[in-house]
């Protein structure tokens, strides 16, 4: 039951779209120049970010209808995921922001993060400290909200403390009273300094504490900076609760063992190996965030090796 909760905020978290479009710094006629611009700086984002290290900041056309716009993925994304997760972004903005001067989406797509954002003004290195969105899971933690609470705000200052010089930091920390995890994962625009980054993320562990005490999920989203913890890993963080050891590969290798070698114990071992099969299928479909939470370990294996020290390097 409780997985099942937890799966289904998983499913409504990871398709969640945090895009906003602002209505403060005006408005521009559909398709008339400026949003053209806005296409034209938009469709060159995804390329020019993944060629640039995750992080990208450009501006296209003339004042008054000049665009200026930045596209960053979290650190160690791989190029075909952070470019598929900014054009997502983008083509959302451009959906859902039809006539607004300024908009921006942190955006997670399959098991990334990232940021597009533009305005018709210079707006790098300038901290945006305004909330624009809180989201939680609607669950407090049950078993010990106390304890939640003490060990989300001691997980959230330590990892403040270590925000890489990319802006961003992830870890988790073990709840006292239980096995359980709390997983953090923060990022800033890497535009802003180090010193503005660290106001904006205190910022959100202030915000927590009047919108989130105690929710077992969540997500803070300003348009310098993100925060999103669950008790679950999730975007990439690695899994530091052992997992039986079911995957395919221990299957495979048993199976060729099998053919190869003793073609009798196959017959032996086939109704077995099939049990074997059927039952991690079965344990796959019914926690749905396991599998996904396995399936983006394993699609940041290369670029995100197995400890958050080295995440953030
Ligand atoms: C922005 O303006 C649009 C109409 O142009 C309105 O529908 C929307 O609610 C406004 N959004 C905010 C956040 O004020
Ligand atoms: C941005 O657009 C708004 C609304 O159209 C306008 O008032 C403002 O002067 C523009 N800013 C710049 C720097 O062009
Ligand atoms: C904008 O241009 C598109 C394609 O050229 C067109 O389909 C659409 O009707 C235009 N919208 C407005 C409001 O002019
Ligand atoms: C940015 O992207 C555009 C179009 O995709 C390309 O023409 C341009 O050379 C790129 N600029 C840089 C600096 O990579
Ligand atoms: C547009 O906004 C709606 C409501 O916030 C959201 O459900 C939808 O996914 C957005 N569209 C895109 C393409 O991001
Ligand atoms: C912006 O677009 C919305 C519809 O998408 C429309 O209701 C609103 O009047 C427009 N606002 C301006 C100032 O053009
Ligand atoms: C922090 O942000 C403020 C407001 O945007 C800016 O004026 C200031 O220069 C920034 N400080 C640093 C150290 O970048
Ligand atoms: C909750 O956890 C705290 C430790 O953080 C502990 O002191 C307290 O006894 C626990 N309460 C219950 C009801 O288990
Ligand atoms: C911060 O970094 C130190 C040193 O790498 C590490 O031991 C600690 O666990 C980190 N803190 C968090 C909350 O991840």
Same mark, same amino acid.
């Given at each position: 039951?409780?997985?099942?909760?937890?799966? @289904?905020?998983?499913?409504?978290?990871?398709?969640?779209? /945090?895009?906003?479009?602002? $209505?403060?710094? #005006? @408005?521009?006629?559909?398709?008339?120049?400026?949003?053209?611009?806005?296409?034209?700086?938009?469709?060159?984002?995804?390329?020019?970010?993944?060629?640039?290290? #995750?992080?990208?900041?450009?501006?296209?056309?003339?004042?008054? $209808?000049?665009?200026?716009?930045?596209?960053? %993925?979290?650190?160690?994304?791989?190029?075909?995921?952070?470019?598929?997760?900014?054009?997502? /972004?983008?083509?959302?903005?451009?959906? $859902?922001?039809? &006539?607004?001067?300024?908009?921006?989406?942190?955006?997670?797509?399959?098991?990334?993060?990232?940021?597009? !954002?533009?305005? &018709?003004?210079?707006?790098?290195?300038?901290?945006?400290?305004?909330?624009? !969105?809180?989201?939680?899971?609607?669950?407090?933690?049950?078993?010990?909200?106390?304890?939640?609470?003490?060990?989300?705000?001691?997980?959230?200052?330590?990892?403040?403390?270590?925000?890489?010089?990319?802006?961003?930091?992830?870890?988790?920390?073990?709840?006292?009273?239980?096995?359980?995890?709390?997983?953090?994962?923060? +990022?800033?625009?890497?535009?802003?300094?180090?010193?503005?980054?660290?106001?904006?993320? +205190?910022?959100?562990?202030?915000?927590?504490?009047?919108?989130?005490? #105690?929710? +077992?999920?969540?997500?803070?989203? !300003?348009?310098? %900076? @993100?925060?999103?913890?669950?008790? @679950?890993?999730?975007?990439?963080?690695?899994?530091?609760?052992?997992?039986?050891?079911?995957?395919?590969?221990?299957?495979?290798?048993?199976?060729?063992? /099998?053919?190869?070698?003793?073609?009798?114990?196959?017959?032996?071992?086939?109704?077995?190996?099939? !049990?074997?099969?059927?039952?991690?299928?079965?344990?796959?479909?019914? *926690?749905?965030?396991?599998?996904?939470?396995?399936?983006?370990?394993?699609?940041? *294996?290369?670029?995100?090796?197995? $400890?958050?020290?080295?995440?953030?390097?």
């Amino acid at each position: 039951m409780v997985n099942l909760l937890v799966s @289904f905020w998983f499913v409504f978290i990871s398709s969640i779209s /945090a895009d906003t479009c602002f $209505n403060r710094s #005006g @408005f521009f006629p559909t398709n008339g120049t400026y949003d053209l611009n806005r296409r034209v700086m938009l469709s060159s984002l995804p390329s020019n970010v993944t060629a640039n290290d #995750g992080f990208y900041t450009t501006s296209t056309g003339q004042d008054p $209808n000049r665009v200026y716009g930045l596209g960053m %993925c979290v650190p160690g994304t791989e190029a075909r995921s952070c470019s598929d997760c900014i054009m997502a /972004a983008s083509n959302g903005l451009v959906q $859902n922001c039809t &006539n607004q001067t300024e908009a921006i989406d942190w955006r997670m797509y399959r098991n990334t993060l990232c940021l597009v !954002r533009y305005l &018709n003004r210079s707006f790098y290195g300038s901290l945006g400290i305004d909330i624009i !969105r809180d989201d939680y899971n609607t669950r407090d933690y049950q078993p010990n909200v106390t304890d939640f609470d003490r060990t989300w705000e001691a997980l959230m200052i330590g990892l403040i403390e270590n925000v890489s010089s990319e802006n961003f930091a992830a870890g988790t920390r073990m709840l006292e009273s239980s096995n359980t995890n709390i997983y953090g994962f923060m +990022q800033c625009s890497r535009d802003i300094s180090l010193q503005n980054c660290t106001r904006c993320l +205190q910022q959100n562990v202030i915000d927590y504490r009047s919108c989130c005490r #105690g929710r +077992q999920g969540g997500t803070i989203s !300003r348009p310098s %900076c @993100f925060l999103r913890w669950e008790i @679950f890993a999730f975007l990439g963080l690695p899994e530091n609760i052992p997992l039986p050891e079911k995957d395919e590969k221990s299957i495979s290798t048993g199976t060729i063992v /099998a053919i190869v070698i003793v073609p009798i114990i196959l017959l032996a071992l086939g109704f077995g190996i099939w !049990r074997k099969r059927k039952s991690y299928k079965a344990f796959t479909t019914e *926690n749905g965030y396991l599998s996904a939470a396995k399936r983006l370990t394993k699609t940041y *294996n290369t670029a995100l090796p197995d $400890n958050g020290k080295e995440i953030r390097s």
